[in-house]
C-alpha cells in the first residue's frame, strides 16, 4: 500500500483514515503521524504583507528593521524562544521556521502583529487583500 496523505476535515475523512489504519500489516515496521495543516499561502501572503507594513512604519530600538527581522521577532514572540550568547559576540534567537507552521500557529502570530501593530499606530495597507486568510 502507499503511504497516503490526505486531510481530516469530515467523518468521511477520518472514517477513510481509520480504514486505512485496520489494513496495515504490522509486520512491516510503519510509523503513524498526524499533525496540524500547514499554513495556507492565504496566509503566507497575509503574513507578508504586515511584515511589510510594520517594517516600514516602526523604528525598534533606533533602527528600521526588513520584513525578514521583522518575521524572526515575531515567530520567536510566539514560540516563546530563548536566546543564547554568539560565537562572536551579540545574541542569537534559537530560531524556528515559518516555513511547516500550522494555520493555528499562524493565527496565534497574526494576533501578536495586529497587538503590536495596534499600540504603534501601525496602519495596514492591504487588509482588505488578507483579510480572509485565517
Not at 35 to 45: G, I, M, T, V, W
Not at 78 to 103: C, E, H, M, W, Y
Amino acid at each position: 500500500m502507499a503511504n497516503p496523505r490526505f486531510p481530516i476535515r469530515n467523518e468521511t475523512d477520518r472514517q477513510r483514515a481509520i480504514a486505512i489504519l485496520q489494513r496495515i500489516d504490522l509486520a512491516e515496521g510503519k510509523t503513524w503521524c498526524l499533525h496540524d495543516e500547514a499554513r495556507s499561502d492565504a496566509q503566507n501572503r497575509r503574513m507578508w504583507a504586515m511584515l511589510r507594513d510594520i517594517s516600514q512604519q516602526v523604528e525598534w530600538y533606533g533602527r528600521k528593521l526588513d520584513d525578514e527581522s521583522w518575521k524572526h521577532v515575531f515567530s520567536a514572540a510566539v514560540q516563546q524562544q530563548d536566546a543564547v550568547p554568539g560565537i562572536n559576540g551579540g545574541f542569537v534567537v534559537l530560531g524556528v521556521s515559518t516555513r511547516k507552521q500550522s494555520k493555528k500557529w499562524f493565527n496565534e502570530m497574526f494576533l501578536v502583529m495586529e497587538a503590536f501593530a495596534a499600540e504603534r499606530g501601525v496602519k495596514f495597507t492591504t487588509r482588505d487583500y488578507w483579510e480572509g486568510a485565517a
